[in-house]
């Protein structure tokens, strides 16, 4: 059975760090893509980061460019997300996820397994 479990997740303040994981477990993960996506209140789940297998290829959304950067550790099952610069916008639940292939894409349904998500609260 295929787990993904986030963790790092908390109360910071504008201008500052976080460093997000997650912890994948049920197969091997090496060979597919794995992202972050983000919920605010209210709002529909969006696309973080990505990073394909065997880290040929990261990607981006426009507003973590500069800020974030997604990195994975094939050998543990680990991705993590660093975020810098934190905005009280950036306030949301982190949801890691795997795709259903090597490279994944910006859209949730280019991923097969989700996590429950780790709660980011950016005061300001």
């Known amino acids: 059975q295929v787990q993904l479990v986030e963790s790092g997740g908390g109360l910071v303040q504008a201008g500052g760090s976080l460093r997000l994981s997650c912890a994948a477990s049920?197969?091997?993960?090496?060979?597919?893509?794995m992202a972050w996506f983000r919920q605010a209140p209210e709002k529909e789940r969006e696309y973080v980061a990505r990073?394909?297998?065997?880290?040929?290829?990261?990607g981006y959304a426009d507003f973590a460019k500069g800020r974030f950067t997604i990195s994975r550790d094939n050998d543990k099952n680990m991705v993590y997300l660093q975020m810098n610069s934190l905005e009280p916008e950036d306030t949301a639940v982190y949801y890691c996820?795997?795709?259903?292939?090597?490279?994944?894409?910006?859209?949730?349904?280019?991923?097969?397994?989700w996590g429950q998500g780790t709660q980011v609260t950016v005061s300001s």
């Open positions: 996820a795997v795709a259903k292939g090597p490279y994944g894409d910006t859209t949730m349904s280019a991923y097969e397994y």
């Open positions: 049920g197969r091997t993960f090496s060979s597919y893509a």
């Open positions: 990073d394909s297998f065997a880290g040929s290829f990261t």
